[in-house]
């Protein structure tokens, strides 16, 4: 059975802190996606990563995958208010790479 | 910025009736899905279609699902014979041209609540 865990599940922190959310998962794949959901809303895309030891970095965040170790981590740097979300990472499988299995989450809060 | 757009935002439906769930896609995507989520779990991959027809689906999308493009706009789910545990939020997807390795752009969602 395929899994995806995502650590940690819920992350209360300080603006200004750095803190890092680890996305592991259980198959072969080299397509690894981060997205964001605010409550009640829908799923807005902040990474695509395609192959072994590939960066991403807009503002405040950054993503890398390293897919020997079958791990995608997503970097906050100095977060801010503005960045409390749910933060979900999600592989692509099947034929097509197009099934995507998403993660259990990480709900941020940042705290003025 | 061209959005996925799904109707109704929430639908509220007696057990053992019939709904249609509504989704646009952009309209340059050709590749086109739909995903639940339970309320306080993760998301789940439903079915993906191209070219109209279905490509892959996952074990949740059984016979009681199916999917149809009726025209040149509209993507749609149907659930037949609703039951309580159908009861989530259902996202509609889509993808461009080139369909791997893109991101999916996910509309707002329908709130699907069996009575």
């Known amino acids: 059975e395929l899994k995806v865990e995502q650590n940690p599940l819920f992350l209360s922190m300080q603006e200004g802190k750095n803190y890092t959310i680890y996305c592991n998962y259980s198959t072969t794949s080299d397509r690894l996606y981060w997205y964001r959901q605010d409550p009640g809303k829908s799923l807005e895309s902040l990474f695509v990563l395609l192959s072994n030891g590939a960066v991403k970095q807009e503002g405040r965040l950054m993503a890398s995958l390293d897919t020997k170790a079958r791990l995608s981590t997503l970097h906050i740097t100095a977060a801010v208010h503005d960045l409390s979300a749910t933060y979900f990472c999600?592989?692509?499988?099947?034929?097509?790479?197009?099934?995507?299995?998403f993660g259990t989450g990480t709900s941020l809060t940042v705290i003025p | 910025e061209p959005e996925v757009t799904q109707t109704p935002s929430h639908q509220v439906t007696q057990m053992g009736q019939e709904v249609i769930l509504r989704c646009v896609p952009i309209s340059n995507h050709l590749y086109f899905y739909w995903y639940r989520q339970i309320l306080g779990q993760k998301v789940e991959f439903l079915v993906s279609?191209?070219?109209?027809?279905?490509?892959?689906k996952s074990e949740i999308f059984d016979d009681q699902f199916s999917v149809e493009r009726p025209d040149g706009s509209n993507f749609t789910l149907k659930i037949r014979s609703t039951k309580l545990e159908d009861s989530a939020m259902y996202f509609c997807?889509?993808?461009?041209?080139?369909?791997?390795?893109?991101?999916?752009?996910f509309g707002d969602g329908t709130r699907l609540s069996i009575l």
């Open positions: 997807a889509s993808s461009s041209w080139t369909g791997n390795n893109q991101p999916q752009h």
């Open positions: 279609f191209y070219n109209n027809e279905i490509s892959e």
């Open positions: 999600a592989v692509g499988l099947g034929l097509s790479g197009n099934q995507f299995y």
